[in-house]
């Protein structure tokens, strides 16, 4: 029987040379004549210490890691393939203790199993809640989404058994499953590695939406950016449709599911739900007005259901261990779990599942290790490039959806990067209404102009120009943006700048009074 050898395939271990690293361990493999698999399965999440090499052995999953191709030799030497000692040596890779705090639902899977093994994902209780689905009616697979609290996992947050339930109820020959895997935000990763890791998590949840509200046609609109998630979504599809799961006839069930991938050119906007429409349908990716909604009139103006990856990954496990188990996590109007990213200037950064309510303060220094530089951390983005920076007076706030809107901020998709106390707030706070100014699709007023005046404002008052009647036109502009855009785009980047000007007046010259009737 030969050894089994598991060299992550994920684009994150990618980067720091896990491709050098498996063909090292194949080639020292057959030098000493020892029979071995190499399995490329998904990254665990624990960046800093990629590539993680796994080895299977009667005592369960040892890790090792960082490995460089030249570490692979000395593994051998020492016996790594038993479980021998050696300096990277971490021990059982699940009492690790940044994955034994963490409360995986959505990433069971995600570095444990082979990504492309159907019969692998089987093993871990993959489409159990296909099966469970076709079992039930439409409505009742919406009634358990529904009551397991799933909301979005973006930044508006919107109960998805609702938006499901819209669909159900649209009267239509033709209803469509998009998948949104346009995952554009600064620090946010988690999209890619299920797809890279467990591609066939979002194919069965984008399966029993379809089941659940009578479509029979799914889209993944993936960034093309993403050419190894690409890759593996395509031939888990294929393999997905050979043995049953997509098709005419899923799992013998006498109703239709096909799937497709889409890749994206590249605008942030195409995020925005309606954007990605108009590019899926061939156009320019511009904001629709709405009404209607997607929900009603959607995908070449049929019902259409739209989910982010992490929301539509979170599906199977609901269907198939019910509503309750899932709604026991979390906290308040939060239910379940989300992969927090950490991000930035962090000793240890990478992905932590972890059930709503954990605080930044936890996730920065129990997971991330402090910063990387040593000094003191002094704010998080939370939410990406549109989220606001979160000061360490606020560090202790529970990751709730609610709690953040109390503090100004959003959780979002769940990136966090972190910044230390050498950060320039000014400049980061004009950086997002210039990124605004770049990104935006041109078609309102209060986002392309605003967010080009906003970039000239902030100039005026980091020069010091009139400070006080800059920062009032500022608040003015920011209260326009957030009230007259017509999405998000526009609509938040007020969030990253007026939480700079509360938290850090320091750095755009003001004192904190100032600051602080500005944020009123």
């Known amino acids: 029987m030969s050894a089994r050898i598991?060299?992550?395939?994920?684009?994150?271990?990618?980067?720091?040379?896990?491709?050098?690293?498996?063909?090292?361990?194949?080639?020292e493999a057959a030098r000493r004549g020892i029979e071995v698999e190499i399995v490329r399965n998904g990254s665990r999440g624990l960046f800093w210490l990629e590539p993680l090499v796994e080895v299977e052995t009667p005592a369960g999953r040892l890790a090792y890691g960082?490995?460089?191709a030249q570490d692979v030799a000395g593994l051998f030497d020492a016996g790594f393939l038993t479980g021998g000692t050696h300096p990277l040596a971490h021990g059982p890779t699940e009492a690790i203790p940044w994955l034994?705090?963490?409360?995986?639902?959505?990433?069971?899977?995600?570095?444990v199993t082979d990504p492309l093994s159907i019969e692998d994902y089987r093993h871990h209780g993959g489409f159990a809640g296909l099966a469970r689905a076709i079992a039930l009616s439409g409505a009742d697979v919406v009634k358990e989404v529904t009551d397991s609290g799933l909301r979005g996992r973006g930044g508006a947050a919107f109960p998805t058994g609702i938006k499901w339930n819209t669909v159900l109820n649209a009267t239509a020959e033709q209803k469509y499953v998009v998948c949104n895997a346009d995952e554009g935000d600064s620090g946010t990763f988690s999209d890619r590695m299920v797809m890279e890791g467990d591609p066939y998590c979002l194919i069965e949840g984008m399966a029993i939406a379809g089941i659940a509200v009578g479509a029979t046609r799914g889209y993944i609109y993936l960034r093309s950016e993403y050419p190894h998630a690409q890759r593996v979504l395509?031939?888990?599809i294929e393999r997905a449709r050979a043995a049953g799961y997509l098709g005419p006839d899923v799992m013998g069930s006498g109703r239709a599911f096909e799937l497709e991938v889409r890749l994206g050119a590249g605008a942030y906007i195409c995020g925005e739900e309606t954007a990605m429409l108009e590019s899926l349908e061939g156009k320019r990716g511009t904001v629709r007005a709405k009404p209607p909604l997607p929900a009603i009139s959607g995908l070449f103006g049929k019902p259409t259901v739209i989910n982010n990856v992490m929301s539509l990954a979170s599906v199977p496990v609901i269907l198939a261990k019910g509503a309750a188990f899932y709604r026991d996590y979390g906290m308040g109007r939060s239910r379940g779990t989300l992969p927090f990213q950490l991000a930035g200037n962090l000793k240890r950064p990478g992905l932590v599942e972890k059930a709503f309510g954990v605080t930044l303060r936890e996730l920065l220094y129990d997971f991330g290790g402090g910063s990387a530089s040593g000094r003191p951390i002094r704010a998080v983005q939370v939410g990406g490039p549109l989220g606001a920076y979160v000061p360490e007076s606020q560090f202790d706030v529970p990751l709730d959806y609610e709690a953040y809107v109390g503090i100004g901020a959003m959780v979002g998709h769940g990136g966090l990067v972190a910044f230390d106390d050498s950060a320039d707030m000014a400049k980061l706070a004009r950086y997002a209404m210039e990124f605004c100014a770049v990104e935006s699709c041109g078609k309102c007023t209060p986002c392309r102009i605003g967010s080009t005046r906003g970039v000239e404002v902030i100039d005026r008052i980091i020069a010091g120009t009139e400070r006080g009647r800059n920062v009032a036109l500022l608040d003015s502009l920011c209260d326009t943006m957030l009230n007259g855009s017509l999405c998000a785009l526009g609509g938040m980047t007020p969030y990253p700048v007026q939480s700079a000007l509360r938290h850090f007046p320091e750095d755009f010259g003001l004192d904190r009074d100032l600051a602080k009737k500005t944020a009123a």
């Not at 705090?101 to 995600?110: D, K, Y």
């Open 6 to 27: 598991y060299v992550p395939g994920d684009s994150s271990a990618l980067s720091v040379g896990a491709e050098r690293v498996a063909r090292a361990a194949a080639a």
């Open 66 to 68: 960082p490995v460089r």
């Open 100 to 111: 034994a705090r963490q409360e995986r639902l959505t990433f069971a899977r995600v570095g």
């Open 234 to 236: 395509n031939a888990a």
